[in-house]
C-alpha cells in the first residue's frame, strides 16, 4: 500500500520557521517529482513548490519564493519543505505529492496524496 506520510506542522508566530517533512512508503518515488500543496480553510488547493527527482529542477509558487525551499532525501523517499518567513497568510494544511501526470503545478495530475500537516501562523 502507497504512503506519503507529512509530519513537522504546527503553530508559530510571524516572522518564525518550520520545516515539514513527507515519507513515502510502499513503493519508491525517488524517480518522479515531489510537490507540496497547501488548503487553506475555505479555498481551493494550491500549489506551493515542486522537485524534479534529481534535484536539478524547483519550481515555487511566487507567493512563498525567497522563504521557502523545497528538498529532498531519495535515499529516504523522503521530501521537505523548510519555510522560513513565515506569515499568517501562509496557514493551511499542507500536502505533499508525487508523480505527477501534465504540469507539475496542477494538483489534478497527481494521483499520490498524503493526509497533510496542519500549519498555524500567527500575527
Known amino acids: 500500500q502507497v504512503q506519503l506520510v507529512e509530519s513537522g506542522g504546527g503553530l508559530v508566530q510571524a516572522g518564525g520557521s518550520l520545516r515539514l517533512s513527507c515519507v513515502a512508503s510502499?513503493?519508491?518515488?525517488?524517480?518522479?517529482?515531489m510537490a507540496w500543496f497547501r488548503q487553506a480553510a475555505g479555498n481551493e488547493r494550491e500549489f506551493v513548490a515542486v522537485?524534479?527527482?534529481?534535484?536539478?529542477?524547483?519550481y515555487y509558487a511566487d507567493s512563498v519564493k525567497g522563504r521557502f525551499t523545497i528538498s529532498r532525501d531519495n535515499a529516504k523517499n523522503t521530501v521537505y519543505l523548510q519555510m522560513n518567513s513565515l506569515k499568517p497568510e501562509d496557514t493551511a494544511l499542507y500536502y505533499c505529492a508525487a508523480d505527477p501526470e501534465g504540469t507539475w503545478s496542477d494538483a489534478s495530475g497527481y494521483d499520490y496524496w498524503g493526509q497533510g500537516t496542519q500549519v498555524t501562523v500567527s500575527s
Open positions: 522537485m524534479s527527482w534529481s534535484g536539478s529542477t524547483t
Open positions: 510502499g513503493r519508491t518515488f525517488s524517480n518522479v517529482p
